[in-house]
Each structure stands twice: as C-alpha cells, then as structure tokens.
C-alpha cells in the first residue's frame, strides 16, 4: 500500500494512505494546491498533479474540481532565488517611490539612519503589497518574474488575508529589516521552501504561490532594473562624499 506525506500548516505530515487525504480534502484541511510527496519521488508535488496515481484513477471530487490559479506550464513551483529577487525588486522600486514623496513632503526625512528608513520603509509596504495582492493577487516585482500569490481554492486574498501573510513575510521572512535577523530568517524561511515546498506564511494562510516560466526578456528587464538601481546608490554616494570635502 502506497502511503504519503503531506504539508500542512508548514508541517511536513504523514504518512497517510490515500483514503486519509480524501478524507482531509473533504473536510477542507487539505487543497488540490497542498504540497505530497512519497518514496522514490525526488522533490514535493502538488497533489493535483499525481491525482490519477494517488487515488488510482478515481481522484474525489475536491481534487478533479477546477480551480482559477494561473497554469504553470510546467514551471518548478519551489524557486526561493526567484522569490527571493521579486521582492528585493519591490523593496527597490518601493524604497524609490518614498524617497521622491518623502523629498517633496519634508526632505529631511532623507537624511535618517538608512537602518532605520529601511525598517519603515519595508514595514509602510506591508500595507502596501497587501492591496496589491488582493486587487492583482501580485506585484510590480512578482509580476515581473511571473510570480501570482492566491488562497488555496484559487481566489485573490481578502484585505486582512494579504495583510496577515505581507506580517508574517515581513516578520519571519525579512527580518523586519534588521541586518543580522534579517540573514537569519531569510536562511531559515530558503531551508523551509526548499525541505517542505512552501513557506510558513503561506501554509499558515492557506495560500498558493505560483510561478510561470520567465522569458529572457524579462530576465534582462530585472538586471537592468538592478544595474539602473546600482548607478544610483553609487552616484548618491560619490555625491555625498564630494558635499563632505
């Protein structure tokens, strides 16, 4: 009897027979989207994707349902490097955006520790990427990579849903932008992803994450954004210090 192990609430669990996963599919623990995995297999699969092997040809009507998540092509679905550079990407743009408000709103502002106008900064945008996920499920920097963030059964987040999980990414994923948590949590949520298929945030909020194949121009669009970015640090720097002579 083949038996299975599934993620729940950022928990590997099992092993279960496949009579217990449509037990939990029908109470509403367990989504199509849910992370299995089984011996021989060499990474977590949604379970969606093994119906026809798990329950043998007759997969329980909560797993054949449709759902409205975006097809994924065949993209790897556990991609932390991508993720990882979608919301630096956002940080970036974001950080970009306040700067200008904040120079023509009281320009002094500009000149506080960059620790502490990177902690406000991230933590104003948790606000801000929440409307952006419930209104688009996604982000300038996710959108960009083919990122889209959905509950479990395929619809956008409410309000307080995003809230919730833009939190806890904000506490457990980032840190709260302080240096040595941040390496710290960031470690720990890369080892999560890759060992379990999803992050805590997202099993604790019943959320699917989905990514699409990027093209190359894309991919040059990001290192350009990067690049662009880079000049300007470094140009506000070398201004900085000829101001100091």
Known sequence: MQLWHYVEEGQAQGPVTAEVLAELLKAGRLFPETLVWTDGMDGWVEM????????DGNPPQELSAETSLPQTDGCPQIRPWVRYWARSLDYLLW???LGLVMLLIYEPFLHINPFLFSFIATLVFVFVESAMLCSWGTT????????????????????????????????????MSIPLLTLITQANAYARLTRDGVTSWDS???????????????IAAV?????VFMLLIVAG???GSGQGL
């Open 48 to 55: 969606r994707l093994l119906a026809e092997r798990i329950f």
């Open 95 to 97: 950080g970009f955006v």
């Open 140 to 175: 300038p920097g996710k959108a960009l990579l083919k990122i889209s963030v959905h509950r479990g059964d395929g619809a956008l987040p409410g309000f307080n849903e995003a809230l919730t999980r833009s939190l806890r990414v904000w506490v457990r994923g980032v840190g």
């Open 204 to 218: 604790a909020g019943n959320m699917v994450v989905r990514h699409q194949r990027i093209g190359p121009l894309r």
């Open 223 to 227: 290192v350009f954004i990067f690049a």
């Open 237 to 239: 720097v070398d201004a």
